[in-house]
């Protein structure tokens, strides 16, 4: 059943015309035959041919040179692509040898018979050869080009690719480039986008030898693909459709749903096997020849192998052949594939029309993933989802031959669109767009997403090509479905494939249709989603409701915070009763005015969360008493991440408690919220404190803390930005820090970031602190700082590294420094077993001219500003109640991430100088049959630090007090880290078995050895 959101999207049209230009249309395609005769040498992996070209100027302009695709050459050093991948740091073509890589080199070329010079225009890349016409051909004329050449794929499996004896020749032969209005598209090969093509007559004789086993694009008029030897066990005749075309001998016929039909259009003659003189009348020794016919089809693909197992079936007058390999019984064979591509052919026609072809191949190649070509389909694997978007590729871009390079959201995005579509309808429901709608917000707020039409290769990166053209790219079409409804977006679809296809098609084409049908102007929703990017944010303001005896006026302020434009649906509660409408948002700021029959209480914008609008906290207005406006209230689970939705702010709520030595027992609660994940609020509000046992020294005033992350502005998110204050238990804080991301790829490859921090805080009673960590009395500290981060990835080796400087000072008048440098390894040793690295250095210095005692240090920076062998940052720790203050239970065995990681030392301890260097060895993860949500993980850690001793600045004495005050401290032990399986916490405790200091453990002191007991809390490290 439809939802009832079409209705009141349609509306929003009758106000939105606004005009567009409709574009150039081009209504004339060039005429292209191909005669080829190949043969596949498996003794060299090389296959050698001869084509012949036809090609007919249809073009209004004289043609003075010709251009052919060579794609098998990108699959080799040098070559556009590889150096493209290099910028991301991608080496899978740039490092294979002579005996891995692939080619397609030509070896003769002749127009008419008179030979011509190739030419490289992209050199050294090969993928686009030219050579100058020896006549200018003029309009209407009519030119012959042979070619010969030689090729092999590669042995790394790549849209093509080659490995024992099967072959996938998806890019094998010289293909003519598209001439079109703007001229030749020459364009190399690269890794994001993929093709664009002439439509064509394809004639290709393959010899190879006689046990291979062929599927390919068209029908097999002579000769045997092997398919009888290798089909199931029970299947019945194999139709081959030989006379699909055209009958081969006798009267002309056609062959339509295995019938065989003599004298009624279309049936014609089949014109006999044209001979290049490459391959000979009969095939050599152990060979066969195979001849293939295709028609309306504009790239002609195959692949072969002697273990193809075949299985056959039929959808109305579709013949569907199935090849895969042996061990792929029970997830292709079965009929299991067969049904799965009866089920994408069935749910295309349905939406698109008719398919024109007589069969579809669908076969098992070598690479993950699959692509799409004429009648064939290669996939990776057998699934529903990858076969409806591979078939219906099929139909957008292989009968509607849209430029993929260019313009790729017309099958990528309609492709991805339709197996959606496909899935939700098909018991997904709604849920199934949730995902891309989400990836795409976040995109657009941070400012990741590109236009959906440009360049392939000029995006960031290889995701964000992803993303843009087949997310969003679907996306676009879900938008337009909504807006006018399931029924409306059939008749765009299927009026665009009847009209279009078997021709080069342009976004201006489905433009023009969505247009007709629909009966509106699109151009500027086309306009901003295809050209442009932003994010959508409405804001409902200034909202007042006006009673009247039979019913009320709701007037409102509709503000457009985002770039982009959207009708807005509006929805009206009242006791009981709902009013639907929508508003177009094209202003800046619009005052609106709406009747209602009822008493309202509750006014919403987008209330399904369908216009893409990312920030649904300004959307609602409730009447006093009765909700809170654009939220909804749940009970928290601190330890999983917080909740999002689309069409509301979730608002977590959850108790706590927790106790120190001053404050006493405190009753608190917790509140976050967060927008995508990335727009996040937490808040900790602890109640004043009541005195029990011996916590507790009076009453305690309370406490808040508020840490806003990527806060909501004005008019945007402030991304980079965090914030945190912090007041009660003795100080007041505030932590700011903005960073700013530096990468070239935002999605991928090695990160770079730097980032400036400010912190102020005021020290107003000292009996809350913990001894060690914080110098005592009332006191400022102001602090300023600069930081830098690189990431980097490599062979499974993720490296983070991190410096960082500040200069601060305190009203106790002292001027310091503080540098500090980590080094983070995290990789997969084998199996299960994963190994994680840490080297930390931190320097801090201080200046206190008072502070003049006898011995080699004077003064000391303040002791929170130092640094721990076992914990982070005393700053960090303020947003946690069970760390950050004296006598918690866990001042000393606590440890939050950051410092010198050396576990079994007490987190209280501060030092001036440190360089530690900790390795841990963790298990796989397990789960309790008890509890499948739990995880659990072993741990084994070992660490070596050196530590320069102060005793004049710490309450702990130096082991020996005519010893060196500079130490070096080792400490070794397991533990094991536990949380949910979703949760972005991890609770760790670790038993350090051997701390080399016991003076400097954090329990247990007495002896090296011993059991000794460590908190930490912590995201997940191994996942």
């Avoid at 004289?62 to 050459?73: G, R, V």
């Avoid at 945007?716 to 914030?723: F, N």
Wanted: net charge negative; glycine share 12%; with cysteine.
């Amino acid at each position: 059943m439809r939802r009832w959101t079409h209705t009141w999207w349609s509306v929003a049209w009758l106000g939105l015309l606004l005009p567009g230009p409709a574009g150039a249309r081009q209504d004339w395609q060039q005429g292209v035959e191909y005669r080829i005769e190949a043969r596949l040498n498996e003794a060299s992996e090389q296959l050698e041919g001869f084509a012949r070209v036809r090609y007919r100027n249809n073009s209004p302009r004289t043609l003075t040179e010709f251009y052919f695709h060579l794609y098998l050459n990108a699959f080799r050093p040098n070559s556009a692509w590889a150096r493209k991948d290099l910028e991301y740091g991608i080496r899978t073509f740039q490092d294979l040898g002579s005996d891995e890589h692939g080619f397609e080199r030509i070896e003769t070329l002749a127009v008419d018979g008179e030979p011509v010079r190739p030419f490289y225009p992209f050199a050294p890349d090969s993928t686009i050869v030219g050579f100058r016409l020896p006549e200018p051909l003029d309009p209407g004329e009519s030119v012959s080009v042979d070619v010969r050449w030689n090729a092999r794929p590669s042995s790394v499996p790549r849209r093509q690719g080659r490995a024992g004896r099967q072959y996938d020749f998806a890019q094998w032969y010289p293909r003519v480039v598209v001439y079109d209005l703007e001229g030749w598209r020459t364009h190399p090969l690269y890794r994001a986008g993929e093709f664009y093509g002439e439509f064509a007559t394809y004639d290709v004789t393959l010899e190879l030898p006689r046990d291979q086993v062929i599927g390919a694009t068209g029908v097999p008029v002579a000769g045997d693909p092997g398919w009888e030897a290798a089909a199931v066990p029970g299947t019945g005749p194999i139709e081959y459709q030989r006379e699909w075309y055209g009958s081969l001998t006798g009267p002309p016929c056609i062959e339509r749903a295995g019938e065989r039909i003599c004298g009624d259009f279309p049936a014609r003659s089949l014109q006999r096997e044209e001979s290049l003189g490459y391959l000979s009348a009969e095939p050599r020794a152990g060979n066969k020849q195979v001849r293939w016919y295709a028609e309306d089809v504009h790239h002609f693909a195959w692949s072969t192998s002697p273990d193809y197992i075949v299985e056959t079936g039929r959808w109305e007058d579709v013949a569907i052949r199935v090849l895969y390999r042996p061990g792929d019984e029970s997830s292709w064979g079965g009929g299991i594939a067969v049904r799965r591509t009866a089920v994408a052919l069935e749910w295309l026609d349905s939406i698109f029309g008719d398919y024109p072809y007589p069969q579809v191949t669908n076969l098992h190649r070598l690479e993950g993933g699959g692509t799409e070509f004429p009648m064939l389909i290669m996939d990776g694997s057998a699934s529903q989802g990858l076969i409806l978007h591979e078939v219906g590729h099929i139909y957008a871009h292989g009968i509607l031959a849209n430029n993929e390079w260019y313009e790729g959201w017309l099958d990528e995005g309609m492709s991805s669109f339709q197996t959606d579509w496909f899935n939700e309808v098909n018991g997904a429901g709604d849920a199934v767009w949730e995902g891309d709608r989400r990836r795409i917000m976040l995109m657009d707020l941070q400012g990741i997403s590109e236009p959906v039409v440009m360049n392939a290769e000029g995006y960031a990166e290889q995701g964000v090509y992803s993303a843009m053209i087949y997310t969003k790219g679907s996306l676009v079409l879900w938008m337009l479905r909504e807006m006018v409804g399931d029924e409306t977006m059939v008749r765009i679809l299927r009026t665009y494939y009847d009209r279009h296809r078997f021709n080069h098609v342009r976004s201006s084409d489905f433009q023009a249709v969505a247009e007709e049908v629909s009966g509106r102007d699109l151009d500027w929703f086309f306009g901003q989603w295809l050209h442009t990017t932003g994010s959508v944010d409405y804001a409902l303001q200034d909202t007042d409701v006006y009673h009247a005896r039979t019913g009320s006026w709701v007037r409102f302020t509709l503000r457009r915070l985002g770039e982009m434009r959207m009708p807005v649906p509006v929805r009206i509660e009242g006791a009981g009763n709902v009013k639907d409408t929508v508003v177009h948002g094209m202003d800046l700021e619009r005052r609106l005015e709406i009747w209602t029959d009822f008493r309202p209480y509750r006014v919403v914008l987008d209330p399904e969360g369908r216009t893409l609008d990312w920030n649904p906290s300004n959307n609602e207005w409730t009447r006093p008493l009765t909700d809170l406006d654009g939220r909804e209230v749940h009970f928290d689970n601190p330890l999983r991440g917080p909740r999002t939705a689309l069409d509301h702010l979730p608002i977590g709520l959850a108790p706590l408690g927790w106790a120190n030595e001053s404050g006493g027992w405190v009753v608190g609660l917790q509140y976050r919220s967060s927008i995508l994940g990335y727009s996040n609020t937490v808040g900790r509000i602890g109640l004043p404190g009541f005195e029990a046992g011996n916590k507790g020294d009076g009453i305690s005033p309370g406490s808040a803390y508020l840490r806003l992350e990527n806060p909501r502005g004005r008019r945007q998110a402030i991304l980079g930005s965090t914030s945190e204050i912090f007041a009660g238990e003795g100080r007041f804080a505030l932590l700011s820090t903005w960073e700013n991301d530096l990468r070239n790829h935002p999605l991928s490859g090695n990160t770079r970031s730097v980032r400036a921090t400010v912190a102020a805080v005021n020290v107003y009673d000292e009996a809350y602190l913990p001894p060690g960590r914080w110098s005592g009395g009332d006191r400022w500290m102001g602090e300023m700082g600069l930081g830098l981060g690189l990431g980097l990835a490599a062979a499974g080796l993720d490296v983070q590294v991190d410096a960082q400087s500040a200069a601060g000072f305190d009203t106790d008048d002292r001027r310091y420094f503080r540098g500090a440098l980590s080094v983070d390894a995290v990789g997969r040793i084998a199996g299960g077993l994963r190994m994680a690295v840490r080297g930390f250095a931190g320097v801090a210095a201080g200046w206190d001219p008072s502070d003049l005692v006898d011995g080699p240090r004077t003064s000391f920076a303040p002791r929170e500003r130092m640094f721990s062998l076992s914990s982070g940052d005393p700053l960090q720790q303020l947003g946690n109640p069970f760390l950050r203050s004296r006598g918690t239970g866990l001042e000393a065995t606590g440890r939050s991430p950051g410092g010198g990681t050396l576990a079994g030392f007490d987190g209280t301890v501060p030092y001036p100088l440190i360089a530690t260097l900790a390795v841990e060895f963790a298990g796989s993860e397990w789960m309790p049959r008890m509890a499948p949500q739990v995880r659990l993980r072993p741990i084994v850690f070992a660490g070596v630090g050196w530590a320069e001793f102060p005793p004049l600045a710490l309450d702990v004495p130096p082991v020996d007090p005519d010893s060196n005050d500079d130490r070096w401290v080792n400490s070794a032990g397991v533990g094991v880290e536990f949380g949910l399986s979703d949760s972005p916490v991890r609770l760790r405790l670790d038993l350090p078995l051997w701390v080399s200091e016991p003076v400097m453990a954090s329990s247990a002191r007495d002896g090296e050895v011993g059991l000794r007991l460590q908190l930490g809390f912590r995201p997940p490290r191994w996942n």
